[in-house]
């Protein structure tokens, strides 16, 4: 009879060193024209009224170009906007048509990780094209990151207010391929006051840094941890926000993120806004100031809290996958390159 020292010897021993794939190699998607068609998705919450894809349509028309609704935006299963193959459906449907330039969704509540699955990778890396969202979309975008290398972008959804602090910097970046800096803008109540007292910078450590930017909102971020869509953020700049979320669940992530090794290797990190948060549930009353002392301090990368990022107007366009610098004291991301094909 084998001892249980001969019986361990005989078993195979699991590899703790596996050897992750290589990162898809960058693609960018051509430029907008006026004139171009917009393909408009729902690949998230259900639209339940009707007025709103006229008033997305509007905002397309807005922007000098031609919005073609697909041809599930409006479905609804529950609280999502149709079966997740659907959902994939109509944007594997847009990535393959020629006449789609760009996809934009109407709104996020949940449901675009659902569709994962079902997209046709091959179809959207050989068909770049522009996507862009926030929130529940994060998801969308990380995932095609991560499995093409297509250049995604954080940005409006369509019933985000299109006023001009948000239309400009848009058509910068995606119309005219600038390099644009990032940085807090004062808001209406500070610019008669001799002292900022909104968006003020908080550096959680001094210093500047350099990476592919890659981030989005912080739970839907999470929740793909440990699964293929979730790009190889080692040298990246991650930022994240969120909203709604009590401080405990914040630092409840950021722990996840950390045990789960995803805080490792990082160039640099940026957290947003989080709107709506604040301690809660009798859990001793820690600020979000001394999560990010506890999880993101000890890293000793560059890194700066409370970004003008996330749940609030404007909504910036942010490429996720392309080169930026940050410094953490100014509180300023800048482009290194375009982030749509030259």
């Known amino acids: 009879m084998l001892g249980l020292g001969a019986i361990a010897a005989l078993l195979p021993v699991a590899s703790t060193d596996q050897a992750q794939p290589p990162a898809p190699t960058i693609v960018k998607p051509p430029r907008l024209k006026p004139g171009d068609t917009i393909g408009i998705i729902s690949p998230a919450g259900a639209t339940f009224e009707s007025t709103d894809l006229d008033i997305v349509m509007d905002a397309v028309r807005g922007l000098d170009l031609i919005p073609r609704p697909a041809p599930h935006v409006l479905a609804q299963y529950g609280y999502l906007a149709g079966r997740d193959r659907d959902r994939a459906d109509d944007i594997n449907q847009f990535f393959t048509d020629p006449d789609i330039a760009a996809l934009l969704p109407i709104r996020g509540d949940w449901g675009s990780a659902r569709v994962l699955p079902h997209l ?34 954080h940005g409006p959804n369509g019933l985000t207010a299109w006023r001009p602090d948000q239309v400009v910097p848009f058509r910068q970046v995606l119309f005219e391929g600038q390099r644009l800096t990032f940085e807090n803008q004062p808001v209406a109540d500070d610019r008669d006051r001799l002292m900022q007292t909104r968006l003020r910078v908080q550096t959680v450590t001094s210093g500047q840094a350099r990476g592919r930017l890659l981030g989005g909102n ?53 957290f947003g806004q989080c709107t709506n948060c604040g301690p809660s549930g009798g859990y001793g009353g820690l600020t979000l100031e001394a999560v990010l002392q506890d999880h993101i301090a000890p890293l000793g990368i560059p890194a700066w809290a409370n970004a003008a990022i996330g749940h609030l107007e404007p909504i910036l366009t942010l490429p996720l996958g392309t080169e930026v610098t940050m410094d953490a004291d100014a509180g300023r991301m800048v482009m290194q390159e375009a982030a749509i094909a030259e």
Do not use: W
């Open 218 to 270: 912080l739970s839907v971020l999470t929740g793909l941890v440990g699964s293929p869509y979730l790009p190889d953020l080692t040298g990246a700049i991650l930022f994240v926000e969120d909203v709604g979320e009590p401080i405990y669940r914040i630092d409840r992530m950021l722990t996840h993120l950390k045990l789960a090794g995803v805080l490792e290797g990082l160039a640099g990190f940026v």
């Open 120 to 153: 046709d990778y091959d179809v959207i890396r050989q068909n770049p094209k522009i996507i862009v969202g926030f929130s529940d979309l994060t998801a969308l975008l990380l995932g095609i990151t991560a499995q093409t290398g297509l250049v995604t972008f």
